[in-house]
């Protein structure tokens, strides 16, 4: 019953400490073993040009999606999104966070190293195809 209950509460409170723009972030090591396993949705605030000429695999482009967001993201509210735009003095991510948490995602992340902390890593960029 306890357990039942700290789960309830945390379902609760959750939504409210990530609306309040407290979006945790999440390593590089885990977002790669997560796009790996493919358990993260990866949103790119960067603009079309700049997810044109490279972003971060399995990434979307938040500029060209945020109308229809839901379409675009798990049926499972409680599924890892991941935001991220180009470094770790950029805030634009708080748009694409925000935007999911409103539409009720309880595990919301930020990586912060974004574009410029994956290339600095040498890890592999994707294009879009076509």
């Known amino acids: 019953m306890k357990k039942l209950l700290l789960l309830l509460t945390a379902l609760v409170i959750a939504p409210f400490a990530l609306s309040a723009g407290n979006i945790p972030d999440i390593s590089q090591a885990d977002l790669a073993k997560a796009i790996e396993s493919k358990s993260v949705t990866v949103i ?3 603009g079309s040009e ?5 972003h971060i695999p399995t ?14 993201l798990p049926s499972d509210k409680s599924a890892l999104i991941v935001a991220y735009c180009g470094s770790d003095k950029c805030s634009a991510y708080k748009k694409a966070a925000k935007a999911a948490v409103a539409l009720g995602y309880t595990n919301v992340k930020h990586y912060s190293g974004g574009l410029a902390g994956w290339k600095a890593s040498n890890a592999e960029l994707s294009k879009p195809q076509g």
């Open 50 to 54: 700049s997810f044109a000429e490279g």
């Open 59 to 72: 990434s979307f482009d938040f500029s060209t999606n945020k109308d229809n967001l839901a379409a675009k």
């Open 44 to 46: 790119d605030v960067n």
